[in-house]
């Protein structure tokens, strides 16, 4: 990773207590429903399965180095030449929608987060990651699955969990873990924020809101009946075998 030395947290923050939430500079009011959940997500896989040598595919500003850095030995960030994120730490530029020509068996781990919705050929991410990992190394990626259209024109696909595990076991790899997170509460709050976006006295309404509705027993209960139907994302965690 180029200059760690310079790297701030970005999309991601440490909260008030020891978790992880969407920042509350970078990341507007309209997206950090879904940023806090999906950061508590990626924080959980990193802790239980990120290790050694990892590479950080469709890097941007490297949101997750705060989470894995104290993890793993070696970070390599790789992302393409037209991101619209800022890439200042990144080691390789490469197009993920081909297969990446570097050493095979050379890490531990592989994270690719909120990328291959933007990728018009994910299989070639997949294939990527199995060549470039070990044999037991660990492929970590999160998806949105109901969510708007986001950094067009370079927004794709929606997967389900069922073409994640197509993609995973047509790679050769193993599915060892697929969490979807939120539910439909937590979609129609989303919703209901981005769509209130140009007014801002609503959408911060809606925000503090929503926020007090998905705290109750029986709102999270019907996220939790709801999640696997009508689920805000996805996060795989798969094994080369």
Excluded at 150 to 163: I, K, L, N, S, V
Aim: hydrophobic share 40%; aromatic share 10%.
């Amino acid at each position: 990773m180029r200059d760690p030395a310079a790297w701030v947290p970005s999309k991601f923050e440490k909260g008030p207590g020891t978790g992880w939430r969407a920042s509350r500079t970078e990341v507007p009011i309209t997206s950090r429903l879904i940023g806090d959940i999906a950061a508590g997500a990626y924080a959980a896989a990193i802790e239980n399965y990120a290790s050694g040598p990892l590479a950080d595919l469709g890097c941007g500003k490297v949101p997750l180095y705060g989470m894995y850095r104290d993890r793993v030995t070696d970070v390599t960030c790789i992302d393409w030449p037209c991101s619209h994120h800022e890439s200042p730490h990144t080691d390789i530029l490469a197009d993920l929608n081909i297969p990446l020509d570097l050493e095979r068996e050379s890490f531990d781990t592989v994270i690719a987060s909120d990328v291959i919705e933007h990728l018009h050929n994910p299989r070639a991410l997949f294939c990527s990651a199995y060549h470039l990992l070990r044999r037991g190394g660990k492929l970590i990626i999160g998806v949105p699955f109901l969510y708007w259209i986001h950094e067009e024109p370079y927004d794709f696909h929606r997967y389900t969990r069922f073409a994640l595990e197509k993609m995973t076991s047509d790679a050769g790899l193993v599915t060892i873990s697929l969490v979807s997170y939120a539910g439909a509460p937590e979609v129609l709050a989303d919703i209901l924020i981005k769509t209130l976006a140009p007014w801002p006295r609503l959408v911060k309404f809606a925000y503090v809101f929503s926020r007090a509705l998905l705290s109750l027993s029986r709102v999270r209960q019907l996220s939790s009946m709801t999640r696997d139907v009508m689920p805000m994302g996805y996060l795989l965690v798969a094994e080369k075998p």
